[in-house]
């Protein structure tokens, strides 16, 4: 089929047809997961619906990998690099001191969970600039290369991208760009009044192709105008870690409700002893593994069997993997591992 060509590939199968509705969209929104935020890409390790553990060695995840320890400080970052015995040792030191000194009680009531600065969002907002330029050019150049039509999908019918978490667009912006065909539509929803008015002041916001609007992910009810099981890809990419435990099964029931059978849910966020947990100072652990920053911000720091067991609930788990990646100061011959945990959570059809 031509890049032009919009003609609909009919199937019998419903599964089959999702399968391939899917296919270049998953693949496109991946890539934006993977810079999303504009944190790393490359996957080292994964797990199958089973539950059992796969290693990957490389290729288009990410490829420079560390084979001499004496070689370490050539680069300025590693992929798939296993943290060595003087990385466990602190890890182990600072958890331990997180455990010691933890928030004070006095200090534990906040009225909002996020709190967003100009500063915030001007950081945001270069990191998206960053993706729809340099970072995500190999997403444009594939799109050019072939066809975006969504196959099974007749002229009416809508392919709809939820984003939990848009912050300032990082992923809708480089979708709505990269995907043309217009039977797509993106909705954005964050926890936040500032970041949505962010999108929607945005100059590619249009209202024919997305939707931005404040939702809760932790919230009992759904968000207003967004049909039950309405969407067919779902992106959750470091906002998962900002819910309290207690909010996790209310919000995996919300990501249920609203995509449809045979619909995907992209996951990305922190794994556990990634640096950004270990950096952290007295006074800022809530409960275990679960922290406030300066900002009134809120993030937890997860293990992929965490991840089985939250999510296997409700959804097929086709990929739980962990990102690896070793960055060095080459200057300080300083090592800083860097941990994040990547996954795919089906609906099932029945």
């Not at 019998?12 to 999303?36: C, I, L």
């Not at 990269?178 to 970041?195: E, G, N, Q």
Request: hydrophobic share 35%.
């Amino acid at each position: 089929m031509s890049k032009a060509d919009n003609s609909i590939i009919p199937t019998a199968d419903p599964q089959q047809a999702e399968a391939v509705r899917q296919k270049k969209t998953t693949s496109s929104v991946a890539k934006v997961t993977h810079h999303h935020s504009n944190e790393s890409e490359g996957v080292s390790g994964g797990s199958f619906s089973d539950g059992s553990m796969s290693v990957f060695t490389g290729g288009a995840f990410g490829g420079r990998m560390l084979s001499s320890d004496c070689d370490v400080f050539e680069h300025n970052a590693w992929d798939h690099v296993e943290p060595d015995a003087d990385h466990y040792q602190y890890a182990e030191q600072q958890i331990r001191l997180h455990q010691e000194h933890p928030v004070p009680e006095e200090d534990r009531e906040f009225s909002e969970l996020f709190s967003w600065t100009d500063d915030r969002y001007s950081a945001d907002k270069v990191a998206s600039s960053e993706i729809q330029n340099a970072e995500y050019e190999e997403t444009k150049k594939s799109s050019e290369s072939s066809d975006s039509e969504f196959y099974d999908v007749s002229p009416n019918t809508k392919f709809c991208i939820m984003e939990v978490g848009c912050g300032a667009g990082n992923a809708v912006f480089p979708l709505l760009a990269d995907i043309r065909d217009p039977r797509l539509f993106v909705y954005a929803c964050d926890y936040s009044k500032t970041a949505v008015d962010v999108v929607k002041a945005n100059d590619a916001y249009d209202e024919n192709r997305c939707k931005a609007f404040v939702w809760d992910l932790s919230s009992t009810e759904l968000p207003e105008g967004v049909e039950p099981a309405s969407v067919d890809i779902m992106l959750m990419v470091f906002v998962f870690s900002a819910l309290h435990p207690d909010q996790w099964d209310q919000a995996v029931e919300n990501a249920y409700r609203l995509l449809k059978p045979g619909g995907i849910l992209l996951f990305r966020d922190y794994g556990r002893n990634d640096l950004t947990q270990l950096r952290f100072k007295k006074s800022r652990l809530l409960d275990n593994n679960f922290y406030i920053r300066g900002d009134g911000t809120r993030v937890y720091f997860f293990t992929n069997e965490q991840l089985q067991t939250i999510f296997c609930k409700k959804f097929v788990v086709e990929q739980n993997a962990i990102d690896r990646r070793l960055l060095v100061n080459r200057k300080r011959e300083l090592k800083m591992y860097r941990v994040w945990l990547q996954a795919k959570f089906r609906k099932p059809f029945a």
